[in-house]
């Protein structure tokens, strides 16, 4: 997109004009990669555990938060996740349509009790939903709960308290 649009706005310019425009789009481009590590930097975290094994999962508690998710990142830390809270209890439905990296997710009860977990591939639109209504969602670098034998009814410790 970014080379293309360099593309349409070289053909026939004037030196200094295509300075300005390329200069612009770059600020653009720039601006929209900051924003996404911006808005990861500003998620409160929270140490979880699945058993034994420790994570820092970023909270996404407020509408954007959760509308944004884990879209545009290029990577997740081994240790890390995104811990999704919803107000109240229901069918959660999930897709990976902007999201790159691949995930597994744990839909949870209010006493962390994991219901159902779903593997999910990147930039797919597929729908993968808890099977009972829920309030907490966690999400992982695909395969981190099979690696660690965390399975459906296990509990998740360190959660937040729901009201």
Same mark, same amino acid.
């Given at each position: 997109m970014f080379v293309s649009s360099m593309n349409r706005l070289l053909q026939g310019a004037e030196p200094v004009f295509l300075f300005s425009k390329c200069l $612009? !789009? =770059? &600020?653009?481009? #720039?601006?929209? +990669? *900051? /924003?996404?590590?911006?808005?990861? $930097?500003? !998620?409160? /975290?929270?140490? @979880?555990? $699945?058993?034994?094994? %420790? @994570? &820092?999962?970023?909270?996404?508690?407020?509408?954007?938060? %959760? +509308?944004?998710? #884990?879209? *545009? %990142?290029?990577? @997740?830390?081994?240790? %890390?996740?995104m811990l =999704?809270? =919803?107000d109240r209890p229901g069918v959660q439905c999930f897709w990976m349509r902007n999201t790159l990296v691949p995930l597994s997710i744990a839909f949870l009860r209010d006493d962390g009790s994991i219901v159902n977990i779903e593997d999910m591939e990147p930039l797919?639109?597929?729908n993968h939903c808890s099977q009972e209504p829920v309030r907490l969602a966690l999400e992982v670098n695909q395969g981190w709960f099979a690696a660690r034998n965390v399975a459906p009814d296990m509990v998740i410790r360190g959660l937040p308290t729901l009201r």
């Open positions: $612009a !789009l =770059f &600020t653009i481009w #720039l601006g929209a +990669a *900051g /924003t996404v590590a911006a808005q990861s $930097a500003a !998620l409160q /975290t929270i140490e @979880l555990y $699945a058993g034994m094994h %420790r @994570l &820092t999962a970023e909270l996404a508690v407020e509408p954007d938060q %959760r +509308a944004q998710g #884990l879209m *545009g %990142r290029q990577s @997740l830390a081994e240790q %890390r996740g =999704f809270v =919803f797919k639109s597929d």
